[in-house]
Every structure is written in structure tokens, then in C-alpha cells.
């Protein structure tokens, strides 16, 4: 299945987000869990969104528009970026302001690495998501990597969270069916009031 996606914008600051009233799914997870990748194999459309072997590049809200009613939005990733003290904070509160307060977000998809398991900054997200009443949705990642007998004691390691988990493989197209039908799902679930585009700032 390929998804009508496009890039459409960057925005650095919340007053330079779009004003549409697409429902809007963001991207989150640390720098290093692999979130360009995933996007790129969800949509199956090459290059999309940049990837690159220097974790932390994202440093903006990149909005792409998916299908004719909903919209992801990839986050600024989170935990290890290498970046000047200043921008790193700059970037923490663009991401906290848009979970926060944007009115078109309907859900989350929070990726782990699933070696990993959530930590602290995963369980802080999913208490902000949950807040607002928003849909989360867990992507285990790189499931590729783990051999059948570790799964189990995964899924444990995923239970404190809440949420259902869906395990993921950009490189093997592990679980991205499953993902996509979750995606198209909130246009139908979501659909009975749309949001209102953001007004002028």
C-alpha cells in the first residue's frame, strides 16, 4: 500500500506552522530511533523525509501532507543530538509547544527503539499525549534486530506505557501495514468535527 504523501513545509516556530484544518499526526522518538526511515518505508515513497548518519538533524517541525484530510508531522528528535546548549533548548520548547497547544493534532506515534525499551522522556510524552486526551500509538522499532525469543520479554519491557505496541521495521516492512491502517483509522474515528485552522499569530 502506498500513501499519497508530500512534504509541504518547515516551520521553526509555532506562528510559522500551517493554518489548514488537516488532522495532524506527529512523529516522536529520540534522534536515533530511526524516524525519517520509518516514514520513508510507511509512505514507500525514497527520500521523503532526510535521513542521515548524524542523529539530531531535525530541528524544525516538518509537515507533510498525507491524503486529502490528514497531515504527520515530523518532531525534532530528543536525547542526543549534539548541539549548542541554546539551540538544544530552543528546539525542546518548539516540540513542547506544539504537543502543548496545537489544535489540529489528533494523535502521536511515539517510536522506541525496541531494543531499548521506553524511558523516562518516553513515559514524560506519553503523560503530555494523554493529558490532552490525543490517541498514542507505540511503534517498537527496528524489531529486525531482535531475535523471536527476545519479543516477549520486549512487549514486558513496553507494558508500563499503557498503549499498544506495534512492532516495526523500516528495513524489513515489519509492521508497517499494520501502522498505516492505524494512520487512515483517525481520519474515520476523528472525522465528525473537523479542527479549526490556527489562527494568526
Same mark, same amino acid.
Given at each position: 500500500?502506498?500513501?499519497?504523501?508530500?512534504?509541504?513545509?518547515?516551520?521553526?516556530?509555532? =506562528?510559522?506552522? #500551517?493554518?489548514?484544518?488537516?488532522?495532524?499526526?506527529?512523529?516522536?522518538?529520540?534522534?536515533?530511533?530511526?524516524?525519517?526511515?520509518?516514514?520513508?518505508? +510507511?509512505?514507500?515513497?525514497?527520500?521523503?523525509?532526510?535521513?542521515?548518519?548524524?542523529?539530531?538533524?531535525?530541528?524544525?517541525?516538518? &509537515? &507533510?501532507?498525507?491524503?486529502?484530510?490528514?497531515?504527520?508531522?515530523?518532531?525534532?528528535? @530528543?536525547? @542526543?543530538?549534539?548541539?549548542?546548549?541554546? +539551540?538544544?533548548?530552543? %528546539?525542546?520548547? +518548539?516540540?513542547? !509547544?506544539?504537543?502543548?497547544?496545537?489544535?489540529?493534532?489528533?494523535?502521536?506515534?511515539?517510536?522506541? !527503539?525496541?531494543?531499548?525499551?521506553?524511558?523516562?522522556?518516553? &513515559?514524560?510524552?506519553?503523560?503530555? %499525549?494523554?493529558?490532552?486526551?490525543?490517541?498514542?500509538?507505540?511503534?517498537?522499532?527496528?524489531? !529486525?534486530?531482535?531475535?523471536?525469543?527476545?519479543?516477549?520479554?520486549?512487549?514486558?519491557?513496553? =507494558?508500563?506505557?499503557?498503549? #499498544? %505496541? +506495534?512492532?516495526?521495521?523500516?528495513? =524489513?516492512?515489519?509492521?508497517?501495514?499494520?501502522?498505516?491502517?492505524?494512520?487512515?483509522?483517525?481520519?474515520?474515528?476523528?472525522?465528525?468535527?473537523?479542527?479549526?485552522?490556527?489562527? #494568526?499569530?
Amino acid at each position: 500500500m502506498k500513501l499519497d504523501c508530500r512534504f509541504e513545509q518547515s516551520a521553526a516556530a509555532i =506562528a510559522d506552522c #500551517p493554518r489548514w484544518n488537516r488532522r495532524e499526526i506527529a512523529i516522536a522518538g529520540r534522534s536515533n530511533v530511526g524516524k525519517s526511515s520509518l516514514i520513508n518505508a +510507511l509512505v514507500s515513497i525514497k527520500g521523503l523525509a532526510r535521513t542521515s548518519r548524524t542523529p539530531g538533524r531535525t530541528q524544525a517541525l516538518n &509537515f &507533510f501532507s498525507l491524503g486529502g484530510e490528514l497531515a504527520l508531522v515530523d518532531l525534532p528528535g @530528543y536525547g @542526543y543530538a549534539k548541539m549548542p546548549a541554546e +539551540l538544544a533548548r530552543q %528546539v525542546s520548547n +518548539l516540540m513542547s !509547544d506544539f504537543l502543548a497547544a496545537r489544535t489540529n493534532l489528533s494523535a502521536v506515534v511515539l517510536l522506541i !527503539d525496541s531494543r531499548r525499551g521506553p524511558r523516562e522522556e518516553e &513515559f514524560a510524552l506519553a503523560g503530555i %499525549v494523554r493529558g490532552r486526551q490525543l490517541e498514542l500509538i507505540v511503534a517498537a522499532t527496528k524489531v !529486525d534486530k531482535l531475535r523471536r525469543g527476545e519479543r516477549a520479554a520486549m512487549i514486558k519491557r513496553f =507494558a508500563p506505557l499503557n498503549a #499498544p %505496541v +506495534l512492532p516495526c521495521s523500516a528495513a =524489513a516492512g515489519e509492521g508497517l501495514d499494520a501502522l498505516r491502517q492505524r494512520l487512515l483509522k483517525i481520519s474515520r474515528t476523528h472525522g465528525i468535527s473537523r479542527p479549526r485552522p490556527e489562527p #494568526p499569530v
